[in-house]
């Protein structure tokens, strides 16, 4: 069984992703005011697609990436068990390279409103037409709001070095006004 971990409301939540297989439909949450953990019912749940992680936004909507085929973009309200389909992670464009490339192996965190694209690679295929293609490592950061549609993604400054593996996880962060 695989978990993810959400920050949500000033609690840490433990979530499964076998909702509806064997007798796993609960989650366990942290509370540090009191530093209890408690079961709850799975009232978030997910799929093993949604393996890039459960991100948090400003206003009550959560945020994953389903990656089956494409990487799109899917949110909903914390208080609703509909996900809605907002857009896809772009390719990237190389240069000297005669098309977009599909985006592996990225790291997805969310802050605030915005989603944060994190690094990943890519597979940039050899045009003699023998079958051959190196793996190319990103620095890239590309960011945009899922709930403003149509999505306007942005590419903002590069991490310092471009990843040497997946990006498995990414920090969460959860923000208050003072």
Not at 25 to 45: A, C, I, K, R, Y
Not at 74 to 80: I, K, L
Request: charged share 20%; hydrophobic share 40%.
């Amino acid at each position: 069984m695989d978990c993810i971990g959400l920050p949500y409301n000033g609690k840490f939540y433990v979530l499964t992703d076998l909702v509806g297989l064997l007798e796993q439909e609960t989650s366990v949450v942290f509370d540090p005011s009191d530093e209890t953990w408690l079961s709850v019912n799975d009232t978030w749940p997910f799929s093993r697609a949604m393996h890039l992680g459960i991100q948090v936004l400003d206003g009550g909507h959560i945020c994953t990436v389903v990656d089956w085929g494409g990487s799109a973009i899917e949110t909903r309200d914390v208080d609703n068990t509909e996900w809605h389909r907002r857009g896809l992670v772009p390719p990237v464009v190389l240069p000297d390279h005669p098309r977009p490339l599909e985006v592996f192996d990225y790291g997805f965190v969310a802050l605030r409103n915005e989603i944060y694209v994190l690094g990943g690679r890519v597979l940039r295929w050899e045009e003699s037409g023998t079958g051959k293609f190196n793996i190319v490592k990103l620095s890239t950061v590309r960011v945009c709001n899922p709930l403003s549609l149509p999505l306007r993604w942005r590419e903002i400054r590069p991490m310092c070095e471009p990843a040497f593996g997946s990006i498995l996880g990414c920090a969460s962060m959860e923000t208050r006004s003072l």
